[in-house]
């Protein structure tokens, strides 16, 4: 097993060396070159199908920045302090941007390796500085790009949508993100980018090298932009909630889902106005909302029921594994909004039954100090709704054993479901829209 103290010391820097484009009828095909000297070269390529046309100079723009992100699953292996890169310009301002998102998006991936470093540390990004202008693009846009993941959450996106022009968007799509896809008979269309990782880099891990959590979500806003672009929809529109916010790690800047965050989303729009003067915005629909409302929404989508999976471990075979924090966290947060019954039917067993989700249920709950390295809501809506379930007579393994617990916090249900977070960026027409459907 290698360490991050030894690894930096053989290996001091990482080159992004270059990126090739090449239009293949109707698709952009492009292929990224990173090198850690004395280590490896790696290669890596994205697919965007090009519905629409396009100012070569913006596109460029576009997919220099999006192998800026890809840097991050290849540097992390061995970490160097120096980012070198070499095919193209930055500011000053774009530098100090990246060694953030480099910082607190590996926040998780520092903390499970047992590193501990400052930010100005971490990593220093060398290249050639320069003031850049926005390139102007002016481009006519409507309609919306909702990403799918798969889970609940973008499926209560796709049915608030439902009368705005949706075209579904995906990376590397797999079983259950194309089953909700096709649940949903009202969109105007469907757009897949496809990603292919260097399988050099998963030998790597093999052999002991540093792995772990990435900001995937910052690959998919970066390569949301260029989707967007292509496909001529003005709305990226994301399913993240007010519950992102909170950190994984007690009284740490460490979360699992900083990417998810409304911190992000704020910086991640400033940094695409410093390259594109764009009319497509980047926002969250249910920013204003926590986990427990965004489940009573999703609660009335009945016909999504049999498909949606939010589980990480059995999405892509289309399954819910059933023994995985995300797993339990989605049937606890259902609990006020759906009966056992249907729980079951979802799920295939009753979780709260189960002796091995012990640990997880501590740590959903807040009696473990901290939260299960998943998407999850907080730890309040959790308790909050495990509150309601005993309140209404409702008895399990893991409840009776913590009941004592968990009737300790406050019924706060309806007041929960009628919270509103006012740091948002929905456009006026969107936040309407959700608003209506809370208050149903």
């Given at each position: ?12 820097s990482f080159i992004y060396k270059d990126y090739s484009v090449e239009r293949k ?416």
């Amino acid at each position: 097993m290698f360490t991050f103290e030894a690894l930096r010391k053989e290996y001091d820097s990482f080159i992004y060396k270059d990126y090739s484009v090449e239009r293949k009828e109707n698709a952009y095909r492009v292929e990224y070159h990173f090198s850690i000297p004395g280590l490896k070269d790696f290669k890596s390529s994205w697919e965007f199908p090009a519905l629409v046309d396009a100012d070569e100079e913006i596109l460029n723009r576009l997919f220099f920045n999006l192998g800026m992100v890809e840097t991050i699953s290849y540097w992390k292996c061995a970490c160097p302090p120096r980012l070198i890169v070499e095919c193209g310009e930055l500011s000053k301002e774009q530098c100090a941007w990246w060694e953030k998102l480099y910082y607190n998006g590996l926040g998780e991936f520092m903390y499970r390796n047992g590193i501990e470093v400052s930010q100005d540390e971490l990593v220093r990004i060398e290249c050639r500085e320069t003031t850049i202008a926005p390139l102007k693009d002016g481009k006519e846009y409507q309609g919306c790009l909702v990403s799918v993941g798969g889970g609940k959450d973008s499926v209560v996106s796709l049915e608030l949508l439902k009368e705005e022009g949706i075209t579904t968007y995906a990376v590397n799509g797999n079983a259950t993100t194309h089953n909700v896809i096709d649940v949903c008979d009202y969109k105007k269309g469907t757009y897949e980018a496809r990603r292919v990782l260097d399988k050099e880099l998963l030998e790597l891990n093999k052999l002991g090298y540093l792995n772990g959590h990435i900001p995937f979500s910052a690959v998919v806003a970066f390569s949301s932009v260029i989707s967007a672009y292509l496909s001529g929809n003005q709305y990226i529109v994301l399913s993240n909630e007010t519950s992102a916010n909170e950190t994984t790690v007690k009284d740490s800047f460490v979360n699992h889902q900083y990417s998810k965050s409304y911190e992000f989303e704020q910086d991640f729009m400033w940094y695409v106005k410093t390259l594109v003067d764009t009319p497509i915005l980047y926002f969250s629909l249910l920013r204003p909302l926590m986990e427990i409302q965004i489940a009573m929404l999703f609660a009335r989508s009945k016909q999504y029921h049999k498909v949606f999976r939010s589980c990480n471990a059995g999405s892509k075979q289309g399954i819910w594994c059933c023994e995985c924090p995300k797993c339990l966290f989605v049937y606890i947060i259902l609990l006020p909004f759906l009966s056992q019954e249907e729980l079951v039917e979802i799920f295939g067993e009753n979780l709260l039954e189960k002796e091995s989700l012990d640990l997880y249920f501590r740590e959903l709950t807040g009696i473990e100090e901290n939260k299960p390295f998943e998407c999850v809501g907080t730890r309040k809506e959790v308790l909050v709704s495990l509150k309601d379930y005993i309140l209404k007579g409702g008895k399990s393994l893991l409840t009776e054993r913590y009941k004592e617990f968990i009737l300790q916090e406050p019924d706060v249900l309806e007041t929960l479901l009628q919270g509103w977070e006012s740091e948002n960026n929905l456009p006026e027409a969107y936040k309407s829209i959700l608003e209506r459907c809370v208050k149903q």
